[in-house]
């Protein structure tokens, strides 16, 4: 009875939304919308975790809606029931903190009603099992996720970020309304039965690939398909920005995985995972270095989910890689990191994003020049950022190390495959994915220390409070998760297994609860292991010990004084290190490659009072090459066209009479 109990949950956000238009501005009306969406989140939690870990068959479910022909079918098996619990734990976490940051919202009536709605379509995505119902959950939850966007229209920025987001979302769409035109075939079965039922030959099956990329892919954003993510993710309030980014985007790659993995069945040809692997090595290195150069805090996190996307379709293309050789237990291993990637990006990102909207909410600022110094005021956020920030880094012990490390393993397997394309590929991206956990590791050092240490730079970081307790709640309650994820991440492991076998022909990885000291061995013990739990003790014995060494063994006759300044004592916040400062480097060894990065340098002769000037010039050569010109031409193409309105009714009826000889023309040809 899950099913049917987790569709009629569906129900109360819906409700929630409609009394959220009525009461917006009621006092308290964010504290009642958000505790609602809260409860029914944990619930729906609670449902698709226990399914995932107990249930064996999925539950199917058809009502008489939709199509008439067709109605609308709902089905929860593994791979949905997995993907339920990551929307609703990131549900129940941002609803959380924003029982407190809603209270701070400037337009609340544009916000509530569309928050429930957007984690109501979310799930209706997962739960759908036709191709009109999915589609339609599809629309649902972009159009209320734009409207989160547009919360803040008055802003010309977040205007223009709404407008690119819609635009993205339409295309998106159309790709995978056109992928499901094929999977039906000429028969029109479009309930996932059906289709999975049906066979389609290797040319159309490679046709639903390219599809399913550009549909899933732009809205997860695939490289060159992110381009609206930086935009829209930054421009919705930050608990939304957490869904969005933390959320959102795994529903996309839930809907790639149940196009690909599910309904094609098993890849027919092994270039599949060439291009899905290429094209996921690309988007990780890209979507770091974009993220380096960023200042505004939400932006450099946005940039970050395009690099966590990649890394996640590293390890799908992978997968299908080793499928096509018949390697499932390789498969299996490509497919766990994969998963458990999902899993802790949507923990680790949830919590920066969170983190960074508790620093707004203090200082009304996400401009990191205009931080510094919050780890005075701002303890325990600077804190729970810290344990985020290390985690999308990949440090040990906490959960992004270990499917970074997972995938790694599946990349020292690829020497296994046959053909000598991958032989050459697969080590290709695993370079681009260690670069890109280096620079991950760099692009927060800069981000945490630039707003969170050194010394305020602005007046409204002096002036920053601590956040309020059910911000810090929602905070720790996923600085929690990350670290228990990564010190037992054999648990993690053993809960992903029914989806992985779901996805590949029933094999999955050995089991790892009964592993002495709860070892995460991925293939066989004397390749490869990891025990979290080990490494935790380990650092926290040898913290603790030369913690104790230095302070007892040291010579009391030490003299103290000021650190050393470079001979400039004074404490004037512009002698800091900055956020352009930490990317200098990078944006040299890189910039003029990626960025076309440009720096001019006004130096005045000696005498001159003139001020020296130091310039940068970024560009986005995807943008400015790729949709800047669709977009000039589109404008130049339907200005021409607008002397149409204009036209006489004669005229009018010409054009339409000249239309229809053309159509008709047309049918005789084409019989």
Not at 255 to 267: A, Y
Not at 526 to 544: D, E, H, Q
């Amino acid at each position: 009875m899950s099913l049917p109990l987790l569709l009629g949950l569906l129900l109360i956000p819906l409700a929630a939304s409609v009394y959220a238009v009525a009461a917006a501005r009621q006092p308290d009306c964010s504290r009642r919308v958000y505790g609602v969406t809260l409860a029914v989140a944990a619930t729906g939690l609670g449902i698709a975790l226990a399914h995932l870990l107990t249930a064996s068959t999925p539950e199917t479910l058809k009502l008489p809606l939709g199509l008439p022909w067709l109605g609308a079918h709902f089905r929860l098996d593994a791979l949905a029931a997995f993907f339920l619990i990551v929307v609703n734990l990131g549900g129940a976490v941002a609803s959380l903190f924003a029982l407190g940051y809603g209270q701070h919202e400037k337009a609340p009536e544009r916000v509530l009603p569309f928050f429930p709605a957007f984690l109501a379509g979310m799930n209706l995505v997962l739960l759908a099992d036709d191709a009109f119902s999915f589609l339609f959950a599809w629309e649902f939850m972009s159009l209320s996720s734009w409207a989160l966007v547009m919360a803040h229209h008055q802003d010309p920025a977040n205007a223009r970020a709404g407008y690119l987001y819609l635009v993205m979302a339409c295309f998106g769409t159309l790709a995978l309304l056109l992928a499901f035109g094929l999977l039906a075939g000429t028969s029109g079965g479009y309930d996932f039965d059906t289709v999975r039922a049906s066979a389609i030959t290797p040319g159309f099956a490679a046709l639903v690939l390219a599809l399913a990329l550009l549909g899933a892919g732009s809205k997860a954003g695939l490289v060159p398909l992110h381009v609206w993510l930086p935009l829209a993710h930054p421009a919705a309030p930050s608990h939304v920005s957490a869904l969005m980014s933390g959320v959102m985007t795994k529903v996309a790659v839930y809907g790639f995985i149940r196009i690909v993995f599910d309904l094609l069945g098993e890849p027919v040809l092994w270039w599949w995972g060439g291009l899905v692997l290429a094209l996921g090595g690309i988007t990780a290195v890209l979507g770091v270095l974009y993220a380096l150069m960023q200042h505004d805090l939400k932006r450099l996190l946005a940039y970050h989910t395009v690099e966590n996307i990649g890394i996640i379709f590293i390890g799908l293309g992978l997968a299908l890689a080793f499928q096509a050789n018949l390697m499932y237990a390789s498969a299996a291993l490509a497919l766990t990191a994969a998963l458990f990637h999902i899993l802790n990006h949507s923990l680790f990102k949830s919590l920066l994003f969170l983190g960074t909207g508790a620093v707004l909410t203090a200082t009304g600022e996400r401009d990191m020049e205009k931080l510094g110094g919050l780890i005075h005021p701002m303890p325990w956020t600077a804190l729970a950022f810290l344990i985020g920030a290390a985690a999308i880094s990949a440090l040990p012990p906490l959960n992004g190390f270990v499917s970074e490390w997972l995938t790694f393993q599946a990349i020292l397997i690829s020497p296994e495959l046959p053909q000598w394309l991958l032989k050459f590929l697969v080590p290709a991206v695993g370079a681009l994915l260690a670069l890109s956990a280096a620079l991950a590791a760099a692009c927060f050092v800069k981000a945490f220390g630039i707003t969170f240490l050194g010394r305020a730079r602005s007046p409204a970081a002096t002036q920053a409070r601590e956040t309020d307790r059910y911000s810090l709640a929602a905070l720790f309650v996923l600085a929690a998760l990350c670290l228990l994820a990564g010190i037992l991440p054999g648990l993690v492991v053993d809960g992903l297994a029914p989806v992985v076998s779901l996805l590949n022909g029933g094999a999955r990885l050995i089991p790892q609860h009964h592993q002495p000291w709860l070892t995460l061995v991925p293939v066989v013990d004397v390749k490869s292991t990891y025990n979290g739990l080990l490494v935790l003790l380990f650092m926290a014995l040898s913290g603790t010990t030369a913690a104790v060494l230095i302070h007892r063994l040291a010579s009391s006759a030490v003299r103290r004084g000021p650190a050393w300044d470079c001979g400039f004592p004074d404490a004037n916040p512009a002698f800091q290190y900055t956020a352009g400062s930490f990317a200098q480097p990078i944006r040299r060894v890189f910039g003029s490659v990626v960025f076309q990065a440009r720096e001019r340098v006004f130096m005045p002769p000696p005498g001159d009072l003139r001020p020296a000037r130091f310039k940068i010039e970024l560009h986005d050569p995807i943008w400015e090459r790729g949709y800047a010109p669709i977009a000039h031409a589109v404008v130049a193409v339907s200005t021409r066209f607008n002397y149409l309105q204009y036209l006489t009714i004669r005229r009018y009826l010409s054009v339409v009479f000249g239309a229809l000889v053309l159509l008709l023309l047309g049918m005789v040809l084409w019989r």
